[in-house]
T-cell receptor, first 113, second 115 residues
């Protein structure tokens, strides 16, 4: 019940295309859903996050869509650029006490020029 | 503001040895969390320290331990190393006052290879 599933494992998109990564969770106690971006040799960096009382959040080219009833959320990268090539992790956490995240297995995105 | 720093960046140990990794958080941050990242298991939460106290703990055996000092710097120790402990160990820091919804900043990690 603590698991967060993520798909696809890898994704290849042409420059200017839309990249879509999907995540699903089981634990309905989760109440915070961030996405992290990780470049080779670097630690993950927070990209965008959403709470379950919101169905969509957009920041620049990045949008999270959240479906509470389906227990699914997804990351959309519009106008994908080669610089977006990285590994993306969805995550989930609950409560207001401390940092305790469950991460998805990651999606390796390659954007072709 | 300087980011999260981790030392050493690379480490090679043999089975049965122990290892200590260090993490210096961003100035002003009092929460330090540790994660293990492997190709097979992905990113897994080890534990979180806040004001020198362990506040959260993941599902790892007791061989994995940590501590935090009064200046918020943190160390994690792995005793009796096993081959499966080979991983990238990441630490992340935050102010620690607003729970998971507070942005945490990751360091570059320490890559540990156990032979």
């Amino acid at each position: 019940q603590q698991q967060v599933k993520q798909s696809p494992q890898s994704l290849i998109v042409q420059k200017g295309g839309i990249s879509i990564i999907n995540c699903a969770y089981e634990n309905t106690a989760f109440d915070y859903f961030p996405w992290y971006q990780q470049f080779p040799g670097k630690g993950p960096a927070l990209l965008i996050a959403i709470r379950p009382d919101v169905s969509e959040k957009k920041e620049g080219r990045f949008t999270i869509s959240f479906n509470k009833s389906a227990k699914q959320f997804s990351l959309h990268i519009m106008d994908s650029q080669p610089g977006d090539s990285a590994t993306y992790f969805c995550a989930a956490s609950r409560g207001n006490y401390g940092q305790n995240f469950v991460f998805g297995p990651g999606t390796r995105l390659s954007v072709l020029p | 503001k300087a980011g999260v720093t981790q030392t050493p960046r690379y480490l090679i140990k043999t089975r049965g040895q122990q290892v200590t990794l260090s993490c210096s958080p961003i100035s002003g941050h009092r929460s330090v969390s540790w994660y293990q990242q492997t190709p097979g298991q992905g990113l897994q939460f080890l534990f979180e320290y806040f004001s020198e106290t362990q506040r959260n703990k993941g599902n790892f055996p007791g061989r994995f331990s940590g501590r935090q000092f009064s200046n918020s710097r943190s160390e994690m120790n792995v005793s009796t190393l096993e081959l499966g402990d080979s991983a990238l160990y990441l630490c992340a820091s935050s102010y620690g006052l607003a729970g998971p919804k507070e942005t945490q900043y990751f360091g570059p990690g320490t890559r540990l290879l156990v032979l």
